[in-house]
């Protein structure tokens, strides 16, 4: 392995699913769901395959995609994109954001991430031979807000591009609009591209509206918005994803993407065009739903013991162990699932700093009620 991929060897993610399944754990660690996505959603894949949509899709994914991808974010964000030059279909968001870097980042320069950061954004900045730097989140009251002095001493001429991701994983927190103006300010000044991961977009709660920095005054223009059917729609393992972006941003990135894979998930493309076209009532009862799964594992947490961080967006909930005298999240999360049979996955794998993120624990709720209850009957021996 190249020096700079050396510490990507293995993810946090597959080590703790490994585990779960070696142990028989409830994984509460990597962030999938495990229940489908809407019957319509399903039927349309499979139709899709028995008719014949099982080659090369074309090279910027079908146009029935692209069109749906741009007239949800006019429909939702009022953020209008031409589906020809300014939409691209990815292999998951995770290509897409690696075909952003890899398009837009010149070796040297720099790459600002918010920290605890996903471990996908530092991995495509060390392919692309830039270097991250990072702002942290702080906690503030039970939640997390941007550490905005950070920022400003961060973000500079040599900074490439910012990358966000709010609602947040692993956190759960979503940026306040001051958060998003400060990023914002910051980008504009200093002329820089914002790569904007909302792979959650659905997923916030308590009434709460996703907000995307590409709607902030002078934003849309040096804004590459990215999303997914993964969470959406229950589909983590189809692997359709997007961006979308002003035409030389899109371009940069579909340069990249093209030798990255060319193209992918054909039959699953239509399917997805349609779910965006027809399912938002099926989007809207899920995110209640796991707003009531959000609430019975925050509540069941703090009752076992932990300290729990609020979670506003997503599917994770951030649990402190320190008051049940454990202060190594990653030393509970290796050994949660042979000894207490469930699965977690430590926050300190999402950053470069462990102080103070080492006692933290990332639990998953995004599982059906029966599972959730049998993890957290198991997590009750901590107690
Ligand atoms: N971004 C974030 C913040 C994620 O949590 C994930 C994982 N679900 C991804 C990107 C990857 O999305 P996809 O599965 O569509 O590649
Ligand atoms: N995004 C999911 C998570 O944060 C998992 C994705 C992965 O396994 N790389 O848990």
């Known amino acids: 392995t190249v020096a700079r991929l050396a510490p990507f060897a293995t993810t946090v993610f597959a080590e703790m699913s490994q585990l779960a399944v070696a142990h028989d754990a409830i994984n509460l660690g990597q962030g999938f769901p495990d229940t489908d996505g809407p019957r319509s959603l399903l039927d349309a894949a499979c139709t899709a395959i ?28 009022g953020l209008d994109y031409d589906p020809d030059t300014e939409v691209l279909v ?21 790459v ?3 920290e605890p950061f996903y471990d996908a954004y530092a991995a495509a900045v060390a392919m692309a031979g830039g270097f991250r730097r990072s702002v942290p989140l702080v906690a503030d009251g ?3 807000v941007l550490d905005r002095d950070a920022l400003a001493a961060t973000v500079s001429d040599k900074t490439a591009a910012v990358v966000v991701n709010s609602p947040h994983n692993p956190t759960g927190s979503v940026l306040s609009d001051d958060d998003l103006a400060a990023i914002a300010a910051a980008c504009v000044e200093h002329d820089v591209v914002v790569i904007s991961d909302e792979v959650y977009e659905y997923l916030v709660f308590d009434d709460r509206e996703h907000r995307s920095i590409a709607s902030l005054p002078g934003m849309r223009e040096r804004t ?13 393992g189809w692997k359709v994803g997007w961006l979308s972006g002003p035409a030389r941003l899109v371009a940069a990135a579909r340069t990249a993407k093209q030798f990255m894979t060319f193209v992918g998930s054909g039959p699953f493309q239509p399917a997805v065009a349609g779910a965006l076209d027809t399912e938002i009532d099926w989007v809207h009862a899920n995110r209640k739903d796991l707003q009531r799964k959000r609430d019975v594992i925050s509540e069941a947490l703090a009752d076992i013991g932990f300290g729990v961080h609020r979670t506003e967006g997503t599917f994770f909930v951030c649990a402190d162990p320190r008051p049940l005298g454990i202060t190594d999240g990653e030393a509970l999360c290796r050994e949660l699932p042979g000894t207490y049979g469930v699965a977690g996955v430590p926050v300190s794998a999402f950053v470069d700093r462990r102080e103070p993120w080492q006692h933290l624990i990332r639990f998953a709720f995004a599982k059906r009620d029966d599972v ?6 198991r997590l009750r021996r901590l107690a």
């Open 112 to 114: 600002v991430l918010i």
């Open 90 to 110: 990815t292999v998951g968001a995770t290509e897409a954001i690696a075909a952003a870097v890899v398009g837009l980042v010149e070796p040297g320069s720099e």
């Open 50 to 77: 028995t008719s014949g949509a099982n080659q090369y899709p074309p090279g910027p994914g079908i146009p029935a995609l692209r069109r749906a991808v741009a007239d949800q974010q006019s429909r939702t964000y």
């Open 224 to 236: 590459i918005r990215i999303s997914s059917a993964a969470k959406t729609f229950n589909v983590t």
């Open 142 to 144: 039970d939640g997390f």
């Open 372 to 377: 959730l209850h049998e993890g957290i009957e």
